[in-house]
């Protein structure tokens, strides 16, 4: 279903000197039950974002290469069916547990919760039915020099098996750098467990041109977390020296993806989260950076959460087409997920992710672009 566009004009189509422009509303599509679904438009610094309010989900992000030349570097659809069908979270804002929990299942303070199972025996981001399923309210904004967008969605008690009514706030960012800032904020009335991350895939060299195995990778990371055949982490904090997952200095991604490492086996390829070396920080730090040597491209993260899922793209089969019309296939699109362990409310050993009443989760990632 082709977008139509609500507001006058058009998202703001500038260089990185130009100034901020307001947010542009478009409606995407319909749900089955008539539920609107919009895309919103942002342009700030020469960076440009379009975002659902199905799912908070990144539909597109355009970044010039070193010639100025604009393309979408993020993998999605171009209709809201198949978002709505899709199994793969492209863009997806992630809640309210990012990544694993095995078994579906944790105890919190000497209460056992099941919750909903979406990944084999275990539940995957949220359940079947997470945040990135749920209609958001979006409130654009303008301020300064910055633009962007507030999203809310409240997840009543019991939902997905989680406790607790969780409300949340999430913030997407454009500032006249081109700087792309998420900020997470959530509260609860009952001690529950929380871990906000954004599943966007990225392909510098754009959407649909092919794999990602060219694309210069460095991590802040000395160790990272081994898993089991589920994909569940053991509990290990494991040295990454001397292994493929030795990404403290820059190395093309495919360079070791093939090497018959048994965790490589067992993921298909890079599906990981990376210990980051300073931990949890009061401020987001520089921690990642991802390159593409032929466009120039480059992506930096900073965050202050203590860790990174590296997920390699392993289970694109040749089955979905992106807006380029282009089908996606092993390693086509990479995620770089900041956010605290898999498995934590299972892991005493892990940094906690349990919220409590009276307090609240406050996350925030940036990500940078240059060329």
């Known amino acids: 279903m082709a977008a139509t566009t609500l507001g006058s004009g058009t998202a703001q189509a500038a260089d990185r000197n130009s100034g901020v422009g307001r947010p542009v509303k478009e409606l995407f599509g319909k749900l089955a039950d008539g539920t609107k679904v919009y ?19 990144i539909q597109s992000l355009e970044i010039p290469d070193r010639h100025g030349r604009y393309t979408n570097v993020s993998l999605g659809y171009d209709n809201l069916e ?80 989680y406790p607790g009514t969780l409300r949340t706030k999430v913030t997407f960012t454009l500032d006249r750098h081109g700087d792309w800032r998420i900020d997470y904020e959530a509260t609860t009335d009952k001690p529950t467990v929380v871990n906000l991350t954004n599943h966007t895939y990225y392909n510098l ?28 982490p053991t509990g290990e904090l494991a040295g990454v020296k001397g292994t493929p997952f030795d990404f403290t200095r820059a190395k093309p991604i495919g360079r070791d993806i093939r090497i018959g490492h048994p965790q490589l086996v067992t993921a298909k390829g890079f599906d990981h989260n990376f210990v980051l070396d300073k931990g949890v920080t009061a401020a987001p730090v520089h921690v990642a950076t991802l390159r593409d040597p032929e466009s120039g491209r480059t992506l930096k993260i900073s965050t202050d959460q203590p860790g990174v899922q590296f997920y390699s793209g392993n289970f694109l089969d040749g089955t979905l087409t992106g807006p380029s019309g282009h089908t996606y296939r092993q390693s086509d699109g990479l995620c770089l997920e900041t956010q605290h362990f898999p498995d934590s409310p299972n892991q005493p050993s892990f940094p906690s992710t349990v919220l409590r009443p009276g307090q609240t989760y406050r996350s925030t990632t940036i990500h940078s672009f240059d060329a």
């Open 39 to 57: 895309r919103w438009s942002l342009a700030n610094g020469g960076t440009r974002l379009k975002v659902l309010s199905y799912g908070g989900i």
């Open 205 to 232: 060299a754009g959407e649909g041109s092919g794999s990602i195995y060219d694309h210069e990778l460095w991590l802040a990371a000395g160790r990272y977390t081994p898993t089991d055949s589920g994909l569940i």
């Open 82 to 161: 198949a978002y709505v069908k899709g199994t793969t979270f492209f863009g997806a804002t992630i809640g309210r547990y990012g990544n694993r929990i095995a078994k579906g299942r944790f105890t919190l303070d000497g209460k056992t919760y099941q919750l909903s199972v979406n990944d084999g025996e275990n539940s995957l981001h949220g359940g079947a039915q997470g945040f990135n399923t749920k209609v958001w309210d979006v409130e654009p904004f303008t301020s300064g020099s910055e633009v962007g967008l507030h999203l809310y969605y409240t997840s009543v008690d019991g939902e997905m098996g």
